[in-house]
């Protein structure tokens, strides 16, 4: 069975320190991979997506990155942090054929301070 | 272009009664349409989904939706509701051919004892 995972849970950083998020997943191969953020008591909002190795659409400008350097692993970063960049992030999973959903990692609640 | 619309952001029901969730979508292709539930805190699990075929779908926990094309909506039901219901509730469309989701803003349901 496929899983997924995000590390870490939870993150405190400060204002203009650096971030690397990261989500890998497990059972599958070449998925789909998603990174949404969560502000606080408000919906989903697509960040990147990924359709392979190296290939990462960016939704929203911002200053943060994403990478995909495996095939099962996708990471997200800041060079500086910022106080809006607080929130829920969260990464998820699809297989790149069918009309199949998407599965949530269990999320990283990252507060800058 | 899609797009998902969440009427109400926040719903209350009594223990027992009627839950209606209520999610209206746009879309220029047939859509895959699907509802997540997210507890506090963790990633959003699927509750059930339409892709094709019979209109009305059973999901975990009880709940149901109908897909209706004419009124382009995908409402959530469930019978009775149980406090362990109380969560947050996504209703997200995908193309069938499309790499990306698109999420409405979120129903918070409140359980009352």
């Known amino acids: 069975s496929q899983t997924i995972h995000q590390w870490p849970a939870t993150l405190v950083q400060p204002v203009g320190s650096p971030l690397s998020l990261e989500c890998t997943v497990e059972?599958?191969?070449?998925?789909?991979l998603y990174w949404y953020r969560q502000a606080a008591g408000r919906g989903l909002q697509l960040l990147f997506y990924?359709?392979?190795?190296?290939?990462i659409s960016s939704e929203v400008p911002q200053n943060l990155s994403a990478s995909r350097p495996q095939d099962r692993q996708f990471i997200l970063s800041s060079k500086k942090l910022l106080l809006s960049d607080s929130g829920f992030y969260l990464c998820?999973?699809?297989?790149?054929?069918?009309?199949?959903?998407?599965?949530f990692g269990p999320g990283t609640r990252l507060t800058v301070t | 272009a899609q797009s998902v619309t969440q009427l109400g952001s926040h719903v209350s029901v009594s223990e027992g009664a009627l839950v209606l969730l209520r999610c209206n979508y746009s879309?220029?292709?047939?859509?895959?349409l699907f509802w997540y539930v997210q507890y506090p805190n963790q990633g959003l699990q699927l509750l059930l989904k339409?892709?094709?075929?019979?209109?009305l779908v059973k999901g975990i926990n009880g709940f149901e939706a109908e897909f209706k094309k004419s009124e382009t909506s995908f409402h959530l039901t469930k019978p009775s509701a149980h406090m362990s219901d109380a969560a947050e509730y996504f209703c997200?469309?995908?193309?069938?051919?499309?790499?990306?989701?698109?999420f409405g803003t979120g129903t918070s349901l409140t359980v009352i004892p």
């Open positions: 998820a999973w699809r297989p790149n054929r069918g009309p199949y959903e998407q599965y």
């Open positions: 059972g599958t191969s070449n998925p789909n």
């Open positions: 990924s359709v392979g190795i190296g290939q």
């Open positions: 879309s220029s292709v047939p859509p895959y």
């Open positions: 339409y892709t094709t075929g019979a209109t």
């Open positions: 997200a469309v995908s193309e069938s051919a499309g790499n990306q989701f698109y």
